[in-house]
C-alpha cells in the first residue's frame, strides 16, 4: 500500500512563532486531508487539498501532487493550536495516515 | 462540533466483558468507518460501511463486530477482548471525499 511519511515528529514552539509540517507520500493519490487532533482526541478536518494551495485564517497548505508531498504552514501560532496534526492520503479505495506531527506551543 | 457523536467517551472493561460503542452522524452522510489509534501508530481502519453495506473489512479480529442499522448509526460491538486492544476507537462519517470525525470511546481492556 501507500506510505505516508511527515516530519518533524515532534515540535515544539513558542506562541507567536511559523511553522511548515511536511507529508511525504510514495505514490500518486486522489485525495489528501490534514487534520488536527487535539490533546482531547477530537479530530478536525482543516484540508482537503490533493493539488495546489488553500488558506483558512493563519493555516495553509500546499499540494504538489507531481512531487509527492504536501506542506501545512501554521502562522503566528498560538496555545490552542497544540495537538498533533494527521496527513491522511487515498489511491483508490485505500486512506492510509502519517504517523503525525505532535506540536506543542508554549506560552 | 464535528456532527459525528460517539458514546461512551470513555471505557473500562474486563476481558470477559460484553460492551457495545455507538456512533450517530447528523451529516447525512451516506458512508461510516470505524478506525483503531493506539499510542504511537498510525490510525488504521477497521470497517467501512457506505449505504448500510460493508464494504471492508480490514483483517480485524473476529472480537469486534460491527453493526450499521441504518446510515446515520453506526455500533461496535466488543467481546473477549484483549489488553493490546485497548486504544482510541474514532467513528467517521463522509460523502464524497472528507471525513468528519467523532471525539471518539477511550477504550481500556483490563
Known amino acids: 500500500g501507500i506510505q505516508v511519511e511527515q516530519s518533524p515528529p515532534d515540535l515544539i514552539l513558542q506562541e507567536g512563532a511559523n511553522s511548515t509540517l511536511r507529508c511525504n507520500f510514495s505514490?500518486?493519490?486522489?485525495?489528501l486531508q490534514w487534520f488536527h487532533q487535539n490533546p482531547w482526541g477530537q479530530l478536525i478536518n482543516l484540508f482537503y487539498?490533493?493539488?495546489g494551495t488553500k488558506q483558512n485564517g493563519r493555516l495553509s497548505a500546499t499540494t504538489v501532487a507531481t512531487e509527492r508531498y504536501s506542506l501545512l504552514y501554521i502562522s503566528s501560532s498560538q496555545t490552542t493550536d497544540s495537538g498533533v496534526y494527521f496527513c491522511?492520503?487515498?489511491?483508490?479505495?485505500?486512506?492510509?495516515f502519517g504517523a503525525g506531527t505532535r506540536l506543542t506551543v508554549k506560552p | 462540533e464535528t456532527g459525528v457523536t460517539q458514546t461512551p467517551r470513555h471505557l473500562v472493561m474486563g476481558m470477559t466483558n460484553k460492551k457495545s460503542l455507538k456512533c450517530e452522524q447528523h451529516?447525512?452522510?451516506?458512508?461510516m468507518y470505524w478506525y483503531k489509534q493506539s499510542a504511537k501508530k498510525p490510525l488504521e481502519l477497521m470497517f467501512v460501511?457506505?449505504?448500510?453495506?460493508?464494504?471492508e473489512n480490514n483483517s480485524v479480529p473476529s472480537r469486534f463486530s460491527p453493526e450499521c442499522p441504518n446510515s446515520s448509526h453506526l455500533f461496535l460491538h466488543l467481546h473477549t477482548l484483549q489488553p493490546e486492544d485497548s486504544a482510541l476507537y474514532l467513528c467517521?462519517?463522509?460523502?464524497?471525499?472528507?471525513?468528519?470525525f467523532g471525539s471518539g470511546t477511550q477504550l481500556s481492556v483490563l
Open positions: 467517521a462519517s463522509s460523502h464524497g471525499v472528507e471525513l468528519f
Open positions: 505514490d500518486s493519490v486522489n485525495n
Open positions: 451529516l447525512g452522510h451516506n458512508a
Open positions: 460501511y457506505n449505504f448500510k453495506e460493508q464494504t
Open positions: 487539498i490533493p493539488s
Open positions: 491522511a492520503v487515498e489511491r483508490g479505495n485505500d486512506m492510509r
